[in-house]
């Protein structure tokens, strides 16, 4: 079942009211990512329309960001692997992010797309493309289903 999670002034949907809840995060609330399971292929994406409040000081898409985004989109894509329908939650064991290009404006997009795993780690590699098809950055990940300790 397709999980698309909308946040900030976009509009705040799920594909089906009867399939599972995915909660938008306070971090995407304040960034305004947009989170979309959606795509047939199991991949998991994540789109940036990139605003003034995520530039550095050079007037470019800060790293933080870029490795946010990644981290977004490779976790989700790691999280569904584990279980399409009930989408458990994941920490990240590992992040590494390479930055290849420099981007100020537009729309990016976060591909993470699962390479291997087992029951408790998913390994998942990650691209960021920006709208004209140019690699922003990419990203390999390790990520671990757990339960939430209270």
């Known amino acids: 079942m397709p999980i698309t999670i909308w946040s900030g002034s976009l509009p705040s949907a799920q594909p089906d009211p009867a399939g599972p809840r995915v909660r938008a995060s306070g971090c995407q609330q304040m960034v305004g990512f947009r989170i979309d399971l959606s795509h ?14 995520h530039l550095n000081s050079q007037d470019v898409l800060h790293g933080g960001i870029i490795a946010m985004v990644m981290d977004v989109a490779c976790g989700n894509a790691a999280s569904a692997y584990f279980d399409r329908q009930e989408h458990p939650p994941v920490v990240t064991v590992s992040l590494n992010t390479n930055y290849l290009a420099a981007v100020d404006r537009g729309r990016v997009t976060g591909i993470g797309r699962v390479t291997g795993g087992g029951r408790k780690l998913a ?19 390790v990520f671990k289903r757990h339960r939430l300790v209270r």
């Open 123 to 141: 390994y998942v590699n990650g691209e960021l493309l920006h709208e004209d098809g140019t690699l922003i950055a990419t990203a390999t990940g």
């Open 40 to 53: 047939a292929d199991g991949h998991a994406r994540c789109h940036l329309d990139i605003g003034a409040q």
